[in-house]
């Protein structure tokens, strides 16, 4: 199995940007494709982004198009998420997640899962 550790998070003002990091230990990184995915207090865990095993695929979700990019560093074994232009809704807890397809959105399709990393975002 893949262990997963997200970091990166804080508290930014509307219009700012954090980039989020992800590593990953156990497994090889690169039999996985990767996915970011959070959670609002009182609410479902969405997806957000996905990308390929290489990097040459990536979905997002329509919140966040044109503001945010996936990518990852398949030798540093790092998933990394650039959010720019946030938004007070961006608000959550964000989660990194390894599974076997990134055209996959439910959170059930993937099998591994970091902790979580807040990102704040004040109006």
């Known amino acids: 199995q893949v262990q997963l550790v997200e970091s990166g998070g804080g508290l930014v003002q509307a219009g700012g940007s954090l980039r989020l990091s992800c590593a990953a230990s156990?497994?090889?990184?690169?039999?996985?494709?990767m996915a970011w995915f959070r959670q609002a207090p009182g609410n479902e865990r969405v997806f957000v982004s996905s990308i390929n095993w290489i990097g040459y695929s990536t979905r997002y979700a329509d919140s966040v198009k044109g503001r945010f990019t996936i990518s990852r560093d398949n030798a540093k074994k790092t998933l990394y998420l650039q959010m720019n232009s946030l938004k007070p809704e961006d608000t959550a807890v964000y989660y990194c997640?390894?599974?076997?397809?990134?055209?996959?959105?439910?959170?059930?399709?993937?099998?591994?899962w970091g902790q979580g990393t807040q990102v704040t975002v004040s109006s």
């Open positions: 156990g497994r090889p990184f690169d039999n996985y494709d």
């Open positions: 997640a390894a599974g076997t397809s990134f055209v996959e959105i439910s959170p059930t399709e993937y099998a591994y």
